[in-house]
């Protein structure tokens, strides 16, 4: 996994790129901590770099947005690419966060 946070007037985003899998767990954790150390309503993921994410990488996100949940901050999944998005759809996570596609 590589990422980049960004920060502008919405919020902070993070930019995944390449893969999200079990590997990455201790970095995203991290990543996690540095998010919501902004302490913004919204915090953004962007996954239009993201080529790929296994069952782990949906954990992390649900960790991410359980976390953001107890500091009540709310967490939107960004542009997911065709790969990345099916997966969040038959993992039904368009029930659990805003999608953005555009």
Do not use: W
């Amino acid at each position: 996994m590589k990422y980049e946070i960004t920060d502008d007037e919405t919020g902070p985003t993070l930019m995944l790129r390449d893969q999200l899998t079990f590997a990455d767990r201790e970095v995203f954790d991290n990543v996690i901590d540095k998010l919501l150390a902004r302490q913004r309503r919204v915090v953004a993921v962007d996954l239009s770099a993201l080529d790929y994410m296994d069952s782990a990488g949906l954990g992390m996100l649900l960790t991410l947005r359980d976390r953001a949940e107890r500091v009540g901050a709310d967490v939107v999944l960004r542009r997911p690419r065709s790969e990345v998005r099916e997966l969040l759809v038959l993992a039904c996570f368009d029930t659990l966060f805003k999608i953005e596609h555009g």
